[in-house]
């Protein structure tokens, strides 16, 4: 089948029944949900993307394999060309949603490629795991499927190891093998958008000690597998808000979920890894699911720490305050924040690295060092927002006084920026700005910016380390090593 439309995709949708709660009650149809309808418009604006002549070309290619027109997030590259299509790619799906929406389908699909194409690190402890993630691969590209994923457990007692919890079920782990498959019970977080998407995908982060066999497990079900339970977090909008009051948080707002199996039939075939802590501890180290898909999200958290930025520049200006030397300060900082990530990332498409296999990833240096700098630079941006934006975010009127006759004199008098920006305008961009930077939307945003991809402060550890083992820091041998203090400054 090859690329999807956006109508595919909602058809997907609506020919399944996953369950859903949502507040209390089960959601029946996902598609007739008010508060997910906005959200599954526009992923599916992106999978029309992928029609629009605009875009075609840029974010999808002929897959050699089946002559079909595929996603370039399936691509495995191999050259520079690669890179740069997966690149237009990433940056077009973030333009579209401002990279305010973190799991579009081109995050895990970039993940599953890297799994595939590196498949043979599983051939070691099982052939069939190998085949398996292969034949996955190959039916979600061909399918165009959307994946949401699970990959950490539920906070219960973070001092302890999955089988130490008070209940051994707690946190997801495999209850037995049957002829048809695994039976795996207990819960995963944070499966972000998982109530619109068609499959998930399990795997788990390193850190497994002896002991921890049974949930070491990576595998993939259809979205509405039986027995699988998606609980929502409460929403952030009800699905009615306009877009005049809220312009971002009416359109993007990503559910978030944990994920519960009762007592959940996985079908051999879609078993990847299980029962083998050496295996799961190696999984992202050998197969390359953190360095590829760090490129997306390079990219995309560049689009958002701009537009971020912009919207606090534009924030300035309506209101006469750029004028001032500490909001100068402060949009320059914003604006070299914006500049360093997209340096970083054109080093990090420059300076690859090469596998055996020919497949070429995004030098992790530059793309560790965005991942390390991100999670203080945007939380900066929505800071520096709140500091320009002051009281005027709070004092915003809603669309509907601006509708009202009797108000609009007052509305366009009392609420006009500078010279040249009215009233309707202003209120406008104070809004964006608020959705930004003070709405419970915003502080997801930020919260997501810290954590999508694991523990900032641990990640930046691991970065250390791993830096420290490929560097020996030479030039403090050289600068130690120049003069003895003791030798004579003139030799006779
Ligand atoms: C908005 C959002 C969306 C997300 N989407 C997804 C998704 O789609 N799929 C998915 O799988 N995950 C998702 N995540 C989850 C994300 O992977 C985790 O939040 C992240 O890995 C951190 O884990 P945690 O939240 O369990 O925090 P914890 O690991 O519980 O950490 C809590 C605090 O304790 C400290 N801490 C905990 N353990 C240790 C330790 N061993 N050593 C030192 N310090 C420690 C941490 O530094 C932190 O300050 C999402 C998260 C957010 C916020």
């Known amino acids: 089948m090859g690329i999807r439309t956006g109508a595919q995709y909602i058809n997907g949708l609506k020919s399944r029944q996953p369950e859903i709660w949502l507040s209390g009650r089960k959601v029946t149809h996902v598609c007739d949900e008010v508060v997910f309808q906005q959200p599954i418009r526009e992923i599916a604006k992106l999978y029309d993307m992928q029609h629009d002549p605009e875009y075609q070309d840029k974010i999808t290619h002929i897959c050699t394999e089946t002559g079909e027109r595929v996603n370039n997030a399936f691509l495995v590259p191999k050259t520079h060309e690669d890179l740069q299509a997966r690149r237009a790619l990433f940056e077009a799906y973030a333009k579209a949603t401002f990279g305010l929406m973190g799991r579009t389908p081109d995050f895990l699909n970039v993940v599953l490629t890297s799994l595939f194409s590196n ?39 973070r001092s302890k190891s999955s089988h130490e919890q008070q209940d051994p079920f707690i946190h997801l782990g495999t209850v037995k093998e049957t002829p048809q498959g695994l039976i795996v019970r207990g819960a995963k977080m944070l499966a972000t958008l998982a109530p619109i998407t068609d499959e998930v995908i399990i795997y788990t982060f390193p850190g497994f000690k002896p002991g921890d066999e049974r949930y070491a497990l990576a595998f993939a079900v259809p979205i509405d597998t039986p027995g699988l339970r998606i609980l929502c977090r409460e929403p952030m909008q009800d699905g009615t808000r306009s877009l005049f009051d809220h312009p971002l948080a009416s359109r993007f707002e990503e559910m978030d979920a944990v994920l519960v199996f009762h007592d959940v039939l996985v079908p051999w075939d879609r078993v990847f890894l299980y029962n083998n802590v050496e295996a799961a501890n190696l999984l992202y180290p050998k197969t390359g699911i953190a360095q590829q898909p760090a490129h997306q999200t390079g990219v995309r958290g560049l689009i958002k720490l701009q537009f971020a930025t912009e919207v606090a520049v534009r924030l300035a200006d309506s209101i006469g305050v750029d004028v001032y030397l500490n909001v100068q300060n402060d949009l320059g900082e914003l604006i070299q924040a914006v500049e360093s990530i997209r340096a970083l990332l054109r080093i990090a498409e420059q300076e690859c690295d090469v596998l055996p296999s020919g497949e070429i990833m995004p030098g992790w240096v530059p793309l560790e060092t965005i991942r390390g700098l991100l999670p203080k630079m945007y939380p900066r941006a929505v800071e520096v927002l709140q ?16 509708a009202n006759p009797e108000l609009v004199e007052d509305m366009e008098k009392y609420f006009a920026g500078r010279a040249g920006v009215s009233g309707k305008e202003r209120v406008r961009l104070f809004k964006l700005a608020w959705d930004l930077c003070g709405e419970a939307f915003g502080q997801r945003l930020l919260q997501y910016e810290r954590y999508y991809t694991g523990d900032p402060i641990r990640k930046r550890a691991i970065f250390f380390n791993n830096y420290k083992r490929e560097r020996s820091f030479d030039l403090v041998d050289d600068a130690l090593s120049v003069l003895d203090l003791n030798e004579p400054v003139v030799k006779a």
Do not use: C, V
Request: overall charge negative; proline content about 5%; charged content about 20%.
């Open 119 to 157: 498949a043979s690190f599983l051939e070691k402890y099982n052939p069939q795991w190998a085949e398996n993630i292969r034949a996955y691969y190959r039916y979600i590209r061909d399918n165009d499927l959307f994946l949401t994923h699970a990959i950490i457990n539920p906070q219960n007692d």
């Open 387 to 402: 500091i320009i934006g002051a009281g005027g975010l709070l004092m915003s009127p809603t669309g509907a006084d601006f």
